[in-house]
């Protein structure tokens, strides 16, 4: 079993920045891809950033240019930085990392996003 916890959420305004944490109950490197989801309320789950166990990195096309995800080995660590924060960006913000066929969530944590 492998834990996944985030922080770092909360409110801001528009305009503004957050960056939100995942930590590993063990080693990222576990995990060929790690991830952030968002859910807004009402919509599905969507993926917004991942980086696999190479380095190679995916986005959102609502977020490219204003997000950027990395990881640090050392603390089994895995950060998305978010910039230049709109109104829709208000979701909930889910960590995951796949390992073999199973997927592993995190609790999610909540940004919220004022005009």
């Known amino acids: 079993q492998v834990q996944l916890v985030e922080s770092g959420g909360g409110l801001v305004q528009a305009g503004g920045s957050l960056r939100l944490s995942c930590t590993a109950s063990?080693?990222?490197?576990?995990?060929?891809?790690v991830g952030w989801y968002r859910q807004a309320p009402g919509k599905q789950r969507v993926m917004v950033t991942n980086v696999t166990r190479g380095g190679i990195t995916n986005y959102a096309d609502s977020v490219k240019g204003r997000f950027t995800i990395s990881k640090d080995a050392l603390k089994n660590t895995v950060y998305l930085q978010m910039n230049s924060l709109e109104p829709e960006d208000t979701a909930v913000y889910y960590c995951a990392g796949t390992m073999g066929r199973q997927t592993y969530w995190g609790q999610g944590t909540q940004v919220t996003v004022s005009p």
């Open positions: 063990r080693s990222m490197f576990i995990f060929y891809v």
